[in-house]
């Protein structure tokens, strides 16, 4: 399984970025989703997740409200949208695959077996 992220950059605080994640499976839309980030100096935290079929979502408290996770199984891709972005979101951002077939959202790390390389996502204030 290869996923690779794409989408990151340089934005100022208050814009927007849209991040994807492009999965190399065919069989995709039968896994959880997930998008992770990690901060310099600090802990892989969760960010967003997605059940298999895309109708059930969940967020991270910090990006309640200005983040949306989407996919399209169609097309194997996962898709993070990031508006008022905050100079506290810069960080590398992962999207990630469990293992878990046909489940529901989950949240945490270990619940995610593989990972795609990041993407930089940086926010000038």
């Known amino acids: 399984v290869q996923l690779q992220a794409s989408g990151g950059g340089l934005v100022q605080a208050g814009g927007s970025l849209r991040l994807a994640c492009a999965a190399s499976e065919g069989t995709f839309s039968r896994y959880v989703m997930g998008w992770f980030r990690q901060a310099s100096g600090k802990e892989r935290e969760f960010v967003a997740g997605i059940n298999w079929s895309g109708v059930a979502t969940s967020y991270a408290d910090s990006v309640k409200g200005r983040f949306t996770i989407s996919r399209d199984n169609a097309k194997n891709t996962v898709s993070l949208q990031m508006n008022s972005l905050k100079a506290e979101d810069t960080a590398v951002y992962y999207c990630?695959?469990?293992?878990?077939?046909?489940?529901?959202?989950?949240?945490?790390?270990?619940?995610?077996?593989?990972w795609g390389q990041g993407t930089l996502v940086t926010v000038s204030s």
């Open positions: 990630a695959r469990s293992s878990q077939t046909y489940g529901g959202v989950l949240t945490t790390r270990n619940s995610f077996n593989f």
